[in-house]
């Protein structure tokens, strides 16, 4: 893994946002949001998926007011998905 990891294998390419809705479809409302926080989590792209630090992910988006809860997965061997629950 050490090796792989030096060579860039774990290196994330891709950030996957879901938005997960209950009731309403409101992804007119929360598409300026959503496209605001992609952009963010973009910035992630590059950084090894073993080194990423999830617990300041963590911190970031619970600070986020129109987020009620939110899942952070890796999905191996270059894909953050971050799936988020408004309230």
Known sequence: LYKLNQNHFFDIQRVELNLEQRGLDQSRFYAPLKAELQKKLNQQIGVSLIEISVSDLNQELKKIVW?????IHRIWPRTLK?????E
């Open 82 to 86: 971050v799936s988020i629950y408004p």
């Open 67 to 71: 987020i009620e809860n939110f899942h």
